[in-house]
């Protein structure tokens, strides 16, 4: 059944608008309820005012948090933004403080992979002047997720492998559209013989394409 939370939307994002500045022994508490909130908006399909929810969260006049958590909060606003809106431009903002946010955070190899998969497609997005720093970005995705594969349990090997499968299409369409079809090939050829490997007949075909 639809949560009945409809007809308090209009008087909670007016009040994340306006949100004062959250006394630092509460700001954790905050990040917490906005972040459930957040999810319960999508969850409800109504990803603008997840957007607001997440904004004040990112909002440090306000609110000051942990990096991780901050960092969460920044990837999943950078995702709507993509999704719902046309502002690549501020999704790539965010993506990029969450870059430097994962810089002193230990581990968390996931989230660091979606930030520079989120990164490559803004870069991507924004046209050939950014070729580079989508390279840089798809590159960097790809170096993490062969390092954490090779010392992930084996039970988590797979998930890894589909993030190297997908930075690997990623750097060959990055080639391709810098003219480099040399090394395009030679990626596509990577991929394959990584998808060989990992027995993933599905994988194999997209780098036969």
């Given at each position: 059944?639809?949560?009945?939370?409809?007809?308090?939307?209009?008087?909670?994002?007016?009040?994340?608008?306006?949100?004062?500045?959250?006394a630092?022994?509460q700001?954790?508490?905050?990040?917490d309820?906005?972040?459930f909130?957040?999810?319960?908006?999508?969850a409800?399909?109504?990803?603008?005012?997840a957007v607001k929810?997440?904004?004040a969260i990112?909002?440090?006049?306000?609110?000051?948090?942990?990096?991780?958590?901050?960092?969460?909060?920044?990837?999943?606003?950078?995702?709507?933004l993509?999704?719902?809106t046309?502002?690549v431009?501020?999704?790539?903002?965010?993506?990029?403080t969450?870059?430097?946010l994962?810089r002193s955070?230990?581990?968390h190899?996931?989230a660091?992979?979606?930030?520079?998969s989120?990164?490559s497609k803004?870069y991507?997005?924004?046209?050939?002047?950014?070729?580079?720093?989508?390279?840089?970005?798809?590159?960097k995705?790809?170096?993490l997720?062969?390092?954490?594969?090779?010392?992930?349990?084996?039970a988590?090997?797979?998930h890894?492998?589909?993030?190297q499968?997908?930075?690997?299409l990623?750097?060959?369409?990055?080639?391709?559209?810098?003219?480099?079809?040399?090394?395009?090939r030679k990626t596509l050829?990577?991929?394959?013989a990584?998808?060989?490997a990992?027995?993933?007949a599905?994988?194999g075909g997209?780098f036969?394409?």
């Amino acid at each position: 059944a639809p949560r009945p939370v409809v007809r308090l939307r209009p008087v909670w994002v007016t009040k994340v608008d306006a949100m004062a500045s959250v006394a630092p022994d509460q700001a954790q508490t905050t990040a917490d309820a906005l972040m459930f909130l957040a999810h319960e908006f999508v969850a409800d399909d109504c990803p603008l005012q997840a957007v607001k929810c997440y904004e004040a969260i990112c909002d440090k006049n306000n609110l000051t948090i942990l990096p991780l958590p901050e960092a969460n909060a920044r990837l999943a606003l950078a995702k709507l933004l993509l999704q719902y809106t046309d502002n690549v431009h501020r999704a790539k903002t965010h993506l990029e403080t969450t870059q430097m946010l994962l810089r002193s955070v230990h581990g968390h190899e996931h989230a660091k992979c979606r930030t520079f998969s989120g990164l490559s497609k803004c870069y991507k997005l924004m046209g050939p002047d950014l070729r580079r720093q989508r390279a840089d970005a798809t590159q960097k995705g790809l170096d993490l997720s062969i390092v954490s594969g090779k010392k992930c349990p084996a039970a988590e090997r797979g998930h890894w492998q589909q993030w190297q499968f997908h930075f690997l299409l990623e750097k060959a369409e990055t080639k391709m559209s810098a003219g480099d079809f040399r090394l395009a090939r030679k990626t596509l050829t990577e991929g394959a013989a990584a998808a060989r490997a990992a027995g993933d007949a599905r994988a194999g075909g997209a780098f036969a394409l």
